[in-house]
């Protein structure tokens, strides 16, 4: 795998890590009080999860070989690629209130990071990347 490929994959995970702040945003959910539809408590939960895993991950990603670490990050990245449409299904069914963020903004912002993470996906399916973890070195 060249550095390129390698450092491209990890600043493409490194770049969802603001996925970890929506774990602030579980409080404006109705349930507790908010304005926030309750559908977000889901997507906003499952982000914040995902969010906190990204430092581990683009760690294993850049320390750590063998074919469980790849197969681990291609688990993460396809999970947190269908987390993100599943935030799309929400704000098309569960709009967030125009006090929160825009629909636009939202599905700009949620658009764009799946497409990222698709991204990642993709490029950890290159053969050279596959035999780099699958090298026992």
Known sequence: MSARIKWTIALLMGAT???AQTVLFLPTVEMFGGIAPNGWFGPWLSDAILGFLVPIM????LTR??????????LYHAV???DY????ITQFIS???EEMASPMTVYVGIGLFMILQLIALCLLFRR???QHFASQA
């Open 17 to 19: 890590l603001f996925r």
């Open 58 to 61: 683009v760690f294993l990603f």
């Open 65 to 74: 070989r063998g074919i469980r670490i790849w197969g681990g990050l291609v």
């Open 80 to 82: 947190g690629a269908f």
């Open 85 to 88: 449409s599943q935030g799309l």
């Open 95 to 97: 709009p967030m209130p």
């Open 128 to 130: 050279d990347v596959i």
